[in-house]
């Protein structure tokens, strides 16, 4: 009970924190040295984060991510990007918090993400290479950028209202790892971002595969959380917010099973807790060249570096922020409904 009393103190204060950091239109903004920042994805991804818990914030950032025209009907990184696959899906995420389901502008947007799905069911962050080299002017090959994402899709199939959804089930039990994790594309910490969020995704589905498939990556997220120790070494990154609270997020659909970890993970959390009702930037992004479809491949990642392999930190804290917040209210609720 304690630690429950804490972790939701420490989620409340974060959720402040982030609702102060909403701007006049709705939006927020990070990861301001890649490019101007992003402000569509990470509006999408804050948005949804929150949304349960602050309706009148979500409205506002919905309101901020509509009024943006786009002809594909998708969102992107930032307005001068072209649309993509995943800052569509956050805002559609966000869309399900609100009482319409996002209206005309999400089944536009649903549209757009139906064209993303590949052969293999998974969901490819962009689809149109042409596009692609025009933008950037890399006369190269977008194979990599094109290809199904487990963390993209992982992302995509928490979507209900998406009509893909069991497909993009389906690609996520095919391409688990034997561990029982899933690897990344997108980010510097390979495993936890892509296994929270599909785990959450497949134990939310009545199909016995797709349980089978969330328990080994619960399993999984148990094995790599020691039960006694130091934390700051043994989550990625030298203590990473970001990575601890994804893997308290997979951690939680475990149940009774994995209540300790869960207790040490949230602890560490609570601790870790700025001032500022923040916790310190620490989900690294990570920019593969673009045919690279395999990231195994890539001897060597340029850390703070916006160059081919690059991978860039969301500075403002707001990204990090929000997904702690995220998993400590699913660590909190569910907590409360074992109680009941």
């Known amino acids: 009970?304690?630690?429950?009393?804490?972790?939701?103190?420490?989620?409340?204060?974060?959720l402040r924190a982030l609702l102060a950091s909403q701007d006049a239109r709705g939006a927020w903004s990070d990861f301001p040295r890649v490019g101007n920042g992003s402000d569509e994805w990470v509006t999408g991804y804050i948005g949804a984060a929150v949304g349960a818990h602050a309706?009148?914030?979500?409205?506002?950032?919905?309101?901020?991510?509509?009024?943006?025209?786009?002809?594909?009907?998708?969102?992107?990184?930032?307005?001068?990007?072209?649309?993509d696959s995943d800052?569509?899906?956050?805002?559609?995420?966000?869309?399900?918090?609100?009482?319409?389901?996002?209206?005309f502008r999400a089944r536009r947007a649903r549209a757009f993400l139906r064209r993303h799905q590949r052969s293999d069911g998974g969901i490819a962050t962009y689809v149109w290479p042409r596009r692609m080299v025009w933008h950037t002017r890399l006369r190269e090959s977008f194979e990599g950028w094109c290809s199904s994402h487990a963390c993209v899709s992982a992302n995509a199939a928490q979507l209900r209202r998406f009509v893909g959804r069991r497909r993009v089930l389906d690609y996520l039990v095919a391409?688990?790892?034997r561990d029982g994790a899933w690897r990344a594309y997108w980010w510097y910490d390979e495993h936890d971002y892509a296994t929270a969020f599909a785990v959450a995704a497949l134990a939310s589905s009545p199909d016995p595969h797709h349980q089978s498939a969330a328990n080994?990556?619960?399993?999984?997220?148990?094995?790599?959380?020691?039960?006694?120790?130091?934390?700051?070494?043994a989550i990625a990154l030298n203590g990473s917010a970001f990575a601890t609270a994804l893997r308290l997020y997979a951690?939680?659909?475990?149940?009774?099973?994995?209540?300790?970890?869960?207790?040490?993970?949230?602890?560490?959390?609570?601790?870790?807790?700025?001032d500022t009702g923040l916790w310190a930037p620490s989900a690294w992004l990570r920019f593969p060249p673009?045919?690279?479809?395999?990231t195994t491949t890539i001897e060597e990642w340029h850390v703070g570096e916006m160059v081919r392999g690059g991978v860039m930190v969301d500075d403002r804290a707001l990204f990090t922020t929000a997904t702690v917040v995220a998993a400590l209210h699913a660590m909190v609720a569910a907590s409360r409904a074992d109680e009941r």
Do not use: H, I, K
């Open 175 to 177: 391409t688990q790892n």
């Open 87 to 103: 800052s569509t899906v956050c805002a559609l995420r966000l869309a399900e918090t609100l009482p319409n389901g996002g209206g």
């Open 1 to 14: 009970m304690r630690n429950e009393v804490g972790a939701a103190a420490a989620a409340e204060r974060g």
């Open 216 to 233: 080994r990556g619960v399993a999984w997220a148990a094995r790599e959380t020691p039960a006694t120790g130091p934390l700051r070494t």
């Open 251 to 274: 951690l939680v659909r475990g149940g009774a099973a994995t209540f300790g970890l869960q207790a040490r993970l949230a602890a560490w959390l609570v601790e870790s807790q700025l």
């Open 290 to 294: 673009t045919q690279v479809v395999d």
């Open 55 to 83: 309706p009148a914030a979500a409205e506002r950032a919905w309101s901020s991510l509509a009024a943006r025209s786009r002809w594909s009907g998708g969102w992107g990184f930032m307005p001068s990007y072209p649309a």
